[in-house]
């Protein structure tokens, strides 16, 4: 039985990272997130504050997948335009969302009310829910299979915690790590070779140069443990018959 | 005058990245050194090691950028197929390049010699030249406006040192920070009419939450020193106005 798998796109927004200012946290965040939830990250694409290619982007994406991610552009400021590109991908208008709006009210209560730029934080696209978020005001949006998600990474890991458990996804993928100072060059033809042996696995290979010598992890990955098992053992037989020592786990 | 504005694009290999267990580092240096170069990061798309997904990322940011860069998938291991991929994307044959195979052969002289795996890494497509590597053995690649570079973040490092200057690019975007103890939400107004004022120049607010305080960075983007400095004064006299304390620079 072949179990369905369950994708998700995301579409990192802001000049900021384009620029190389700001370091991307919300890719790694993300993905490992999915994971949990049997959910596998397909493609980033991460694009600048331009609706046009904020629209673009969530379009291509949100057909290819069963679930799309944003991050980024949901603020008060004038490059804060996330909701409206989301909306003008869907086709529907952007209205003020009156839960929102209250959460809003009540955040900014004893730090001088609501303004205009604060009140751009309770739009959204019409017909939208709301994903809470326990870290600052401004919730994060959810309509259809769009999330928009906060750019600040521990406001989005706050909304994640919210969603866990709530998107259905298929079996997890799991992965289990095998690393030595070998060379993946020198065994390269036996990793071709297990993974062929094992169809429902993938073999990764990560090279790197630590302590003055070249090493390597190889990463199994696969939905299911019998299969992971016997690639494992496998090729831990082939680096042993190969004459390299290995570390379960990875080094 | 407008100048002319130079834009890259940038495709990420690798199932790692998606999984969430290596953190990329190469949008960030990719996007910093390009800045330098007078270029512009226009697009980051993240693909799986899957032959198609790559092509067709390849495809279409080559066609809508002055340069693509891609990092990852160029190693020795039946994973990596990038080269296939842009040699697909181009449409010509996948060689042995003479040059790489020479550099090859020289580099593993004393760690075995060449075998199969690292005979893959002298494959280029056919009319690439080769971007020196001052970290290890195989060489990046070069093939029209498409630049192969490496997944390890350090190797790429000296492949881009080995670029540079190398690339046409217009003036450099340049950048100035003002920040402070300021909610972003209660200066949305004042950035976005300082913004209107100044149309060369770009202002992005990147709020923060430190010392239990919340508080903002702009930064103002322009290719033009004298309409950044303007922007930035009027930004700086509506935040005094405002009786906001800031700091030149960012804090």
Chains 1, 2 share one sequence.
Request: proline content about 4%; charged content about 25%.
């Amino acid at each position: 039985m072949i179990d369905r798998i369950y994708t998700a796109g995301l579409v990192v927004i802001g000049d900021e990272i384009l620029s190389g200012r700001t370091h991307d946290k919300n890719i790694a965040q993300i993905a490992s997130w999915l994971q949990v939830q049997g959910i596998r990250l397909s493609e980033v694409r991460v694009v600048p504050d331009v609706i046009e290619r904020i629209v673009e982007a969530v379009d291509a994406l949100r057909e290819a997948n069963d679930y799309l991610f944003t991050t980024g552009g949901i603020g008060p400021t004038h490059d804060d335009i996330t909701v409206d590109a989301v909306a003008q991908a869907l086709g529907v208008p952007v209205i003020i969302h009156p839960e929102a709006r209250a959460i809003l009210e009540k955040y900014y209560t004893d730090k001088g009310g609501l303004n205009e730029g604060r009140l751009r934080m309770a739009r959204t696209p019409e017909g939208a829910e709301l994903i809470p978020n326990r870290m600052s005001g401004a919730p994060g949006i959810r309509i259809g299979n769009v999330y928009l998600m906060a750019g600040v990474p521990h406001i989005t890991a706050g909304m994640l915690d919210a969603l866990t458990g709530t998107l259905e996804g298929g079996a997890p993928l799991i992965a289990e790590t095998v690393g030595g100072f070998i060379p993946e060059s020198e065994v390269s033809g036996l990793l071709r070779e297990v993974e062929k042996a094992h169809e429902n696995c993938q073999i990764g290979s990560y090279p790197f140069f630590r302590e003055g010598r070249v090493g390597s992890n190889f990463v199994i990955r696969s939905t299911d443990r019998a299969d992971l098992d016997a690639c494992m053992a496998e090729l831990c037989k082939g680096l042993e018959e190969a004459g390299f020592a290995y570390t379960r786990g990875g080094i």
